[in-house]
DNA sequence: TTATTCCGTTAGAAATCCTAACAGGTACAG
DNA sequence: CTGTACCTGTTAGGATTTCTAACGGAATAA
């Protein structure tokens, strides 16, 4: 049990705030032996006093004053939910989102109609980028980035973990050639996203030596080898995330079984303030329900 | 009643959370069927349905995504409570504060001793300015600011208002001059922060005609007209909070009872985040108990 | 089709919460 | 000092809420 009873919770916050027991049950519809009650059950529950009682006065304790603007803030926050709902069509407007080139480009283009569908009156303003400096803007509403989940003072919800693995086009595979073994790797064209890190792991923890350098080519980024994967160029390492949509239309697939697990995940970064913007509080929560529903692929 | 039942919000994150009674029912340790009537009471008590059930499995509406982000980040705050309590000396370490210089000067470091008392491991960082672009520093835990309270994106709340009156030193009635009405200022030095517009406003506000315009001595700022008064140089208009502990102390005087109220008033200014700052928001606490509790001054 | 799983809905049991009444401490006025 | 007013604490027992247990129905998969 985690949270403490919130019942209680609320007669003291009310308590603090008013300064009174017999003020609080007033504000309550409760008489003050009910409140007294009430905030022993939560000292019981949390193993700390939080008013000292003086006859007929209280005062807090530090523990008491050191909750109760949590108690404050969180409570005033749910009680934002009658409001939110009172007004109806609050999902509307711009939502501002930073995400990484990549996932811009294809995951999240691919579910752009199904969002749109779900909110009709939400537009998206997308902001391709990798910029960090654009977690700590006020500009940005969501932030969708690969890390370690160190993102201090922001809220970090882990959205997927990112495997890698070798695919290619269909095409590839009837031109003759086979590709049934890693070690066949050795008659196609191996596609680099930038400085090609992502095959050497790969080969590395399959235990192959050769590391096909004669074969690279260097495209400069993740959504340049899918795309020219895709039309059959050759064999590119493409993250989980990235391929999904195409492994799943068949326009991809995976030559082997072998993947290797990144060190950075997918993690969407938001303000606490988020819940003001009921638009942007959607959007989350339909990030959040994508990838809690998708199939993991590893 | 404002708050939705909370223990029926607590089944809802969970369910929502988990996309199933029966799993929410699991994590609670109470039945499925408890989960089911919990949300029922919170769907009748909110005016709308939360879920739409498909005989065997839930799915949230647009009203249920819309609430369950702000119950989450909520009930997850409240988590916090617990933790703050275990780690028990959360209430240290250094806290950065941005208020005006004539209010950092004067009524905080009058209180610097007491806060001191009552918050031994706590540290103040006191910045004095006015500049807003503090308010959206993340460096800056709490920003004290005279203003309307519009700061969008930011936890705004009410210190007090703000009165001028004319103050000055008890040694200067004791000179021979008298000053009992209005019309007697003409024989003392008229002592103006800044452009003066204080006194106007006041002379104003009496029917006073004459601007006194040929004794003024402009000193810049409010500190050093407070200053000045104290020792003696002649009249000053004094805000509420400023003057308050000259007042008490007897180092100033007020000659007439008239004041005016400003356009102004005094604002605590926060982040949503810094309940994750025990020392902050303690201090957050302090500032709101010293302004409940002081008398009000006009 | 059957088996399974999950949700809805009861009545009644269990747990919780509240009231009412009295006791005791503090503050302040007379 | 005494009396009054105003708090809070603490009970027992009643009022209310919440939960359980058991059954029925809808969807899903084999």
Redesign the pocket.
Known sequence: MRLP?L??LR?FET?ARL???????KE??????????????LETSLGVML?I??????ELTMEGMAIYEIARRGLKSLEEIPQILRQGDMIKGEVILSAPPGFAGHWLTHQLAGFHKQYPDLRLRVIPSNDDREIQSRDVDICIRYGNGAWPGRTVELLSDIYLFPVCSPQLLETGKTLETPADLRQFPILCADDGYEWDSWLGSIGMTDDLSDQRHYLGNALNTTEACRYGFGVALCGSISSAHYLQQGQLVRPFRQSVRTSNSLFIITRDDIVHKAGAAATVGWFRNKFAQQVPVD
Chains 1, 2 share one sequence.
Not at 28 to 41: D, K, M, Y
Not at 53 to 58: A, L
């Open positions: 009873p019942n209680a007669a308590a300064g009174s027991f017999t003020l609080a049950g309550l519809h409760v008489t003050h032996g009910a409140i007294s009650q009430q905030i022993r059950i008013f009682r003086h006859g007929n006065r209280i």
